[in-house]
């Protein structure tokens, strides 16, 4: 198992690793709960300054990206800087929140589309039902 340095895991936070070596952190991080306390506590610590990484890291993640921008972000359609932000803030910042709210859309949209249509459909049939006036007979 190859051992992780603080060292790269400020590196890690300051996007200053490699692509391999960003995702040689990340496999460590998902298998090591040790690596994930020494992670967020290098990010505690960042986070007692202000102009320090840990504090850009602390308001970036106030600034949630919305629903539907997350949803935008899927289909690919923000223009780069969007998309690029919302790259740092689920991948770089991690942000579990919308990593949750993404992959729940994720399964939304590879739901088949003719499946959603079907459900409202039938949905519209049976409450239309129900709105059938009565006999006037
Ligand atoms: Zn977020």
Redesign the pocket.
């Known amino acids: 198992m190859s051992e992780i340095t603080r060292q790269q895991l400020d590196a890690y936070l300051d996007e200053a690793l490699s692509e391999a070596d960003t995702a040689r952190v990340e496999q460590a991080l998902r298998e090591s709960e040790p690596l994930r306390r020494s992670l967020r506590q290098a990010m505690q610590e960042r986070d007692r300054g202000e102009h320090t990484p840990g504090a850009i890291w602390r308001r970036?993640?106030l600034?949630?990206?919305g629903r539907e921008v997350l949803g935008s972000y899927l289909l690919q359609v923000l223009d780069d800087a969007e998309q690029d932000y919302i790259d740092f803030?689920?991948n770089a910042?991690g942000?579990?929140?919308?990593?949750a709210?993404l992959a729940d859309l994720r399964a939304v949209q590879t739901e088949p589309a003719p499946r959603a249509k079907e459900r409202r459909k039938r949905y519209f049939q049976s409450s239309a039902g129900l709105l059938q006036p009565r006999d006037r007979g």
Do not use: D
């Open positions: 970036e993640r600034t949630c990206p803030h689920l910042v942000c579990p929140y919308c990593q709210n």
